[in-house]
């Protein structure tokens, strides 16, 4: 297939490798100018590139899209491509508003045109791990949880680790008017998380603040608890631009043990550690970055097995509702 990829940056770089590692073609859209040579580009695997998207959309011919621009312009380049009846990738977040989500997922709905959120933990081992362990039909072997009783989330990274050249005031990520924050950013992954493990919120408050240590004029740092799923989970749910040790860890406890998932070094140092009333697990898990590829691996194929029913892996209305959460019970302080 033929996939127009909008956006060269860091995620749209990643796309890129993984589109053409399945086979397709690409085109980017990106205002600068390409340079092939962070894809591993050879001459028999060119992409073609154009400096916009108007351009590129009257060049036609497209299978599918991906818009991996800054977050405030994912609304207006998937609106465009949706319009024009092209199945769409859309980076989290699907928009910077839940409103403008809305408005994605009718003009989908409308269009008939299927269109899938990008939420890569849903593809990550672990966490693939975890729910298979939170399953009832893992009831009398190693490793199952039970009921979940509490659930911790804990996630957190200081700035200038994301971005070791020290310039991350200038980034993204510190600008509100590119869709930059620890909300946006870090907190549509980690409710998303939440509810893709354990099932729908029935409670939820989250607080949120900037601390005014990092220069920045966005929330740094957010905290959510509440009860999730049939069985009402407490959980308690954390994610910040300030700690100085990339963190990233969800425990939980259940009926029949515990388990802690370490998902902090990206795909070096994951790792699964179960403790039972009469059995314990430790399972070092390895390189878990292969999660961005099975999430375009299986929007591909959703494109190809597509016959008017437009199934999304990840709906938009699925995001949308994370983004009315994220609206409607965080409290700025």
């Known amino acids: 297939m033929r996939i127009l990829v909008v956006g060269g940056g860091a995620i749209g770089t990643r796309h890129i490798k993984n589109i053409l ?22 001459p028999g695997n060119a992409v073609d590139w154009y400096e916009s998207l108007d351009h590129a959309t009257k ?40 409103a403008l989500a809305r408005e994605l997922d009718d003009i989908a709905r409308e269009k008939g045109v299927l269109a899938m959120v990008g939420q890569s933990y849903r593809y990550h081992k672990g966490i693939l791990l975890l729910k298979e362990r939170l ?28 971005y070791p050249d020290g ?24 409710l998303d998380t939440i509810g893709f493990l354990f099932g729908c919120f029935y409670e939820l408050s989250g607080v949120t603040t900037n601390s005014g240590t990092l220069g920045i004029d966005v929330a740094d740092a957010v905290v959510y608890s509440g009860r999730v799923g049939g069985d009402l989970t407490l959980f308690t749910a954390s994610s910040d631009f300030l700690q100085r040790h990339n963190t990233h860890k969800i425990t939980v406890v259940g009926t029949e043990g515990e388990c802690v998932l370490d ?58 509702s994370i983004l009315y959460r994220i609206e409607r019970y965080t409290e700025i302080v």
């Open 263 to 320: 998902l902090a070094y990206m795909g070096v140092g994951c790792s699964w550690t179960f403790t039972g009333k009469d059995t314990n697990e430790y399972i070092q898990l390895g390189n878990c970055g292969d999660r961005y590829l099975l999430e375009m691996y299986d929007f591909l194929e959703a494109v190809l097995n597509d016959e008017g029913g437009n199934v999304s892996p990840v709906p938009i209305s699925e995001s949308a």
């Open 59 to 98: 060049m036609g011919g497209y299978d599918a899209a991906v818009v991996a621009s800054p977050s405030h312009l994912h609304y207006g380049h998937a609106k465009q491509l949706l319009e024009l009846g092209v199945p769409t990738f859309i980076e989290k977040p699907v928009a910077t508003s839940y």
């Open 167 to 190: 310039n991350y005031r200038d980034r993204y990520v510190s600008k509100r008017e590119e869709g930059g924050g620890v909300l946006l950013t870090s907190a549509t992954h980690l």
């Open 135 to 162: 399953s009832p039909a893992m009831k009398g072997k190693v490793g199952y949880i039970g009921r979940p009783l509490m659930v911790n989330y804990f996630s957190g990274q200081h700035l200038s680790q994301w």
């Open 21 to 42: 590692s399945l086979g397709h073609e690409v085109t980017l859209v990106d205002p600068a100018v390409p340079t092939p040579e962070k894809w591993g580009m050879t």
